[in-house]
């Protein structure tokens, strides 16, 4: 009878458990995903044809130690047999992302036997030039831009499928007629973003490399507005939290289009997981869906991104409407908080991704904290705009609870830096997340920068993602030559190195870094690359003069 009782008992301890787990936004879901439906912008659309045909030359100077030269125009490849061209390069002189159309004629005697042949896109010479197979990479292969297409009948015109991010397209021939010929007689892409109006010019007198980084910058953004802001054209090709926040800061100094961001923040409230987290990123086809894949920091970076939308726009409708989305985002951390102000970072470590960077071996205790803080500071801003204040009341004891905790716990008073974890690492990644967060003073800031950036073990970035918190920690605490200078020395080397678009990861020692073991598959057109955009033209005294 007692084991009876027992199991009626966990029978219904487990009913009211499942009864119980119910959609947080069910209400507001259907409604925010119909908003986000209505916002999607309509893609303005570019023929762009080939301008030359190039070689490649292996040359250990260049990045990834490959080059690229001009042989011809590329309006030769029409006029002649392919089959005296196969292995051509096109070279389209700038990033496009698009959908490529290629036309076939017979070239002599009519084609027999079907025709196959290999098209390869490349972002840089790299891609064109070296065999993607085998791979070993972390990431799925098919990412690799490789199309083998069969032609039955010819004449014929095909457009690829496969939506392409590129500059360099190399075409060879896997198989044709013996008895016959034919000739390539026309290819094209047509070339898509969301952007509609050019950025303001920079000021006259801006220095000649600050004009480049610039102009790649809006390039990279460019590129990643597409019906979201994408972190990658390339690959990935979705909407994440992250890229969101750093895109739209861009786009605010830039290209306004503020209606791009505001479909964002509502597809990503619309899709976000049913325990009310804000999904780190999403797909929007077949249908809008998130990927089951919740991180710790940018959750909180949505409200981050929600208050710079408003500040720009003024549009205190759509923060009214989502203003749920923020609010239950500042619940994530205080599950982990501790009576003595401290996250326990081993434990959120466990249940949750927190990134930062794709530094490896970066210590994130420290960074935890810090945006932690930032995010409540940046919430309780957002509900001060809208008149929500009382509704996160705790925010600004909190608040002052985590700071003193951080500085007394992580504050190095005679090394003059701010450590993380229980090995006390050194990193800009520590030092940036403190300033911003508020936790460091103007003065202990400053001096911390300085002595990391003078201390030759200091773990250092990994990809323009934590660069820009850098630059911006930086700008805070009045390292204004510094700030410039680290723009101009890390993205202007990409520039140097050939950079049309700027890339995802890039380390100036190490022209293979990748986070997924196969640098062939990195991004070459990254989103979260595009913030020299941001920095140049909203602090013009320091960038543009």
């Known amino acids: ?63 990834q130690h490959w080059d690229t030269k001009p042989q011809t125009e590329a309006k030769n490849l029409f006029k002649d047999s392919f089959k005296k061209q196969a292995g051509v390069i096109l070279d389209f002189g700038e990033h496009l992302t698009g959908f490529v159309t290629f036309s ?44 083998i297409i069969t032609i039955s009948e010819v004449p014929k015109t095909i457009t690829i ?9 190399k075409i060879e ?10 000739k390539i007689s026309d290819l094209f892409v047509k070339a898509t973003t969301s952007v509609k109006q050019s950025a303001v010019p920079l000021a006259k007198g801006t220095p000649e490399m600050i004009q480049k980084i610039d102009q790649i910058g809006l390039n990279t953004l460019k590129e990643c507005m597409q019906t979201v802001y994408e972190d990658g054209p390339k690959r990935d090709r979705r909407l994440w939290i992250g890229d969101l926040y750093l895109e739209s800061l861009a786009n605010i100094y830039s290209f306004k289009n503020h209606e791009l961001t505001k479909h964002c923040l509502y597809l990503l409230a619309g899709l976000s997981y049913e325990d009310g987290v804000a999904p780190s990123n999403v797909f929007e086809r077949p249908k809008p869906h998130p990927q089951i894949n919740p991180l710790f920091d940018y959750a909180l970076i949505y409200n981050v991104a929600l208050k710079e ?6 549009d205190k409708k759509t923060a009214l409407d989502l203003w ?64 929500k204040e009382q509704e996160v009341k705790e925010l600004p004891a909190l608040i002052q609870k985590m700071t003193e905790a951080t500085h007394r716990t992580l504050y190095d008073t005679q090394k003059g830096v701010f450590v993380s974890g229980k090995d006390q690492q050194i990193s800009y990644c520590s030092q940036a997340w403190m300033i911003l967060s508020g936790v460091a003073s103007q003065t202990e800031g400053k001096k911390a920068l300085e ?19 850098v630059i911006e920690a930086m700008i805070q605490v009045g390292l204004k030559e510094e700030a410039k200078g680290l723009l101009i020395n890390y993205w202007g080397d990409m520039v140097n190195k050939g950079a049309d678009t ?9 022209d293979f870094l990748s986070p997924y073991n196969a640098y062939l598959i990195n991004s070459y057109c990254h989103a979260w690359s595009c913030t020299p955009v941001y920095f140049i033209r909203k602090y013009p005294d320091i960038f543009q003069h």
Do not use: C
Not at 161 to 169: C, E, M
Not at 173 to 182: A, H, I, N, R, T
Not at 309 to 314: E, N, S, V
């Open 1 to 63: 009878m007692k084991k009876l009782l027992l199991f009626i008992a966990i029978f219904f301890y487990h009913l009211m458990g499942f009864a119980q787990k119910v959609d947080f936004y069910q209400k507001e879901r259907a409604q925010w995903l119909k908003i986000a439906e209505q916002t999607t912008p309509k893609l303005v659309e570019t023929i762009k044809k080939p301008l030359s045909i190039v070689r490649l030359e292996k040359n250990e100077k260049k990045f």
């Open 104 to 147: 076939v004629e017979d070239f002599g005697r009519a084609a027999d036997a079907p025709i196959r042949l290999k098209f390869t896109f490349g972002e840089v010479p790299a891609e064109v030039a070296e065999p993607f197979d085998p791979f070993k990479g972390g990431l799925s292969r098919a990412w690799l831009q490789d199309e």
């Open 161 to 169: 499928p496969r939506r392409v991010a590129f500059r360099y397209v």
């Open 173 to 182: 021939l896997l198989g044709s007629s013996v008895y016959s010929d034919f």
């Open 309 to 314: 939308y408003l500040q720009a726009t003024g």
């Open 324 to 387: 749920k989305v923020a609010k239950k985002q500042i619940e994530i951390p205080k599950k982990y908080l501790g009576e003595d102000g401290m996250l326990d970072y081993q434990k959120a470590g466990k249940e949750w991704w927190l990134f930062f960077d794709w530094r490896n071996g970066l210590d994130k205790q420290a960074a935890l904290q810090g945006v932690v803080i930032w995010a409540y500071k940046n919430t309780y801003e957002l509900a001060k705009m809208l008149g």
């Open 451 to 469: 002595n990391v950036i003078a201390h030759t073990d200091a773990v250092k970035p990994g990809a323009p993602y934590l660069y820009h918190y």
């Open 502 to 510: 700027f890339w995802e990861v890039y380390d100036p020692q190490d």
